[in-house]
Structure formats: C-alpha cells, structure tokens
C-alpha cells in the first residue's frame, strides 16, 4: 500500500484523507504530490531545487510528520464520511455503541455521529460511556446523546463511567426513563450519586443496578427503594496502609433496615466486629457468604469467642460459605466444631493440619450436607497423612477452590461496590 502511495497511485479514500493536510508543507502529502508528479515537473524540481535522486524524496520533504495531526485529521474525516453515507442510513443494525474520552477536538464529530444515530438508529441494546467529563460535555453534546438514549427501542445495559467523580449527569441518567420497559441492567462508576437515579425505581424489568460510589454515599444507595429487592449485595472497604476508609458501624445498620431480602452477601477488609457477626445472623434469607475480614488489632482470645459467636449464628439457609484469605485459618477448627448451616459448599485456604482435618470430617457427619470444599490449588494437600485424607474424601470432595467459586461479575477495589438484583 504504501509503495502504491508514493508512486501516485493511492486510493481515493487515502488521497481524501491526505487531502486534508495541504496546508502542512513538510507533512505526507508533499510526499505524496511530489511523487505524483510528472516526468517534466520532476525535472524542473531537480534543476530549480538541486534534488538529484527522486529515491530521497521522502527524506527531503517529509521534515515534519506529526502521526497526532495524522490520526486526528483521518478518524475526523472518517467519523465525517461514515455519518454521511447511505449505507450507514440504510443499516440501522447496529447494536453495542460505545463512547470513551470526548475531547475538544474531536466534540464536532461526535455530535455529527450521535445526531446521526439518534435519526437512523433504534435497535442499540448496549450503550456504554466511558470518562464522562462535564466540563467536555457542552450543551450540544448532551443534548443529543440523551436523544440517542430516548430513540432506542430495547436498550437493555447502560453503562456509565466518570472522571473524576462528577456530580451532574445534565439529564442523561433521567433520560433512561424512556428505557424503563427494556432496561435490565445498569452500571455506574466512578459518580457521585444524586437524585437522577430515582429514574431507576421506574424500570419494570432492571434486574442489575451496579455502582461504584464513594464510602459516605452507601447509605442513600441502600436506602433506594430497590432496597427491598436487593437480592445480591457486595461491599468493600477502602483500605490504604490498613486503614479502612469507610465507617463500619454503617454498613450493618444500612443492610438491616433497608435490605431484608438479601440472598448473597460479600464482605471484603471490614473489622470482624460484633455488629458483624450480628448482622450475618439477621439476614434471614442468605444462601451465599463470603467473607473477608481485618481481624489484625483482635485479641487471640477475643477473636475465638467471636469466631465460635459467628458459627453459632449462621443460619440453617446458608449453603454456600467463602471464607478464603488466611484470616480465619488459624480458627477454622473453631468454625467447624460449632457449625450447624447445611453447608454444601466451602471455601477455605488450607487444609493441611490434622486438627483441621478432623474437625472437618466431624462437620461432614454431623450435618451430611457438605458436597465440596473448595482449597487454594497451593495448598500443601500432598503432605497429609494418607489416612486422614482418605477419610476427607470419603465424606466431601477435595477441590481447587476455583472449581466451585460463585464469583461477582465485578471485581472492585477500593471503593464500596453496590449489586442489585431485582426478584422476578
């Protein structure tokens, strides 16, 4: 392609694109002229100009080549071109549209797009903006990317990123109203949260409301009236140098006054406080737990008194528990001699003493629920005595802990993560 190019004998698409750098004397396109050039131009140049070697082209002209310039004036004309061709009008299937980073030199553009969209396309069923910046986001510019969200006919996933926290959306999460007979899932991050997402307790069929918030906000998520039909709900601290940056004292209150249906529940770096341990024990419904708490300034006498309140408390629903990240390890015979939960899967970092073992074993025959126990593919099974593990494994399947993790789509660190699942 590119010899082509330079012989003169380039795409229309390319001698466009070139077209928009004439102005730059020492860019590409005096590359590409000169070599176009005829026999007898090409003489007067080397006479007037002192070029003796048509092969040092490239090198004499292209002085200056400025690949920003280059790729900023060819996505400008390409964005231009696909706007205004019939074959994008007449092909309305598009599905997935996906917007990053609006800046000030490619804002013209994007309206012509969105604008374009927003007339000749209604089946987009996955929209995602990512970076959103109020202060590159102009009056225009929003106003026809909530034409865009009020023009689709089954928008089902809306997700929305910010930059740096902002704290207006200017209409564009209200504009989801539109969408609340097809809306089944929406994701937010990095936002501060405000009144425009009352929007969202009008969506008929919003099965995930996921959002990323900063710690002080968790209340006024909770308190949504989707509270009520919070079914899977993740939370984690914020934690820089061990310091949790969230009040925990909040959380347990939240959850209980506002969420009483919750089926699944992740906690991540909270204190393994006594609030804790009481709120597990009042979720009445709760089937999946993980836990992983910061049990670091508890005294070791303190810590078995809790540990041994908390197996007490868990409830006869729970059959799936996660309680991987060594923080536990040390008690985990503890967990087992005062469990009564139906377990069918556990999660645990090792199994490789014989104390543990054999509470294990116990745990199986008192409660005869216990399918797997997921352990850290690291873990030193090798090394137990050939009797204790086949007792294990005539009582429960030893399994990667892979193998069984009921993992949440979304990873999240740092911030609180809010999950809704909505109960059909």
Known sequence: MASKIFMGDMPEILEKILNNLNNEFYSLYSCV???SLGED?????????????????LSRFLKGLDLFLLEYQVKKWFNLELVDSESFYDDPIIQHLSLNEISDGNIEGAITLLRALAKHTTKINTMKINNFDPYYYETQLVHVLINVIKSQEQLSL?????YEYPKEFHGIISALDNQKNSLQKVCVEHCAFNAEFDVLNNCKNLETFYIKVLPYEIIELIRLKTGLLLQRLSVEAMVIDYEIFCEESVLPEAIKSFCPNITYLSIKYFGFSTQLVELIGNVQRLQFLSLRCIVDEIPEEELKIRVMQFSKIILLTLQYLDLRNIWLEPYIDILFNHCQAPLKKLLIDR???????????????????LNYVGVHENSNLEALDDNIRKKVEANVALVPDHYIIINNKYVIYYYVQIFINKIK
């Open 33 to 35: 002229l000169f070599s």
């Open 41 to 57: 131009e090409k003489l007067i140049l080397k006479e007037e100009c002192g070029i003796n070697e048509i092969s040092k082209t």
């Open 158 to 162: 809306f997700s929305f990123v910010g």
């Open 351 to 369: 199994l490789d003493n014989e104390k543990n073992t054999k509470a294990l074993i116990e745990f199986c025959a008192r409660t005869g629920t």
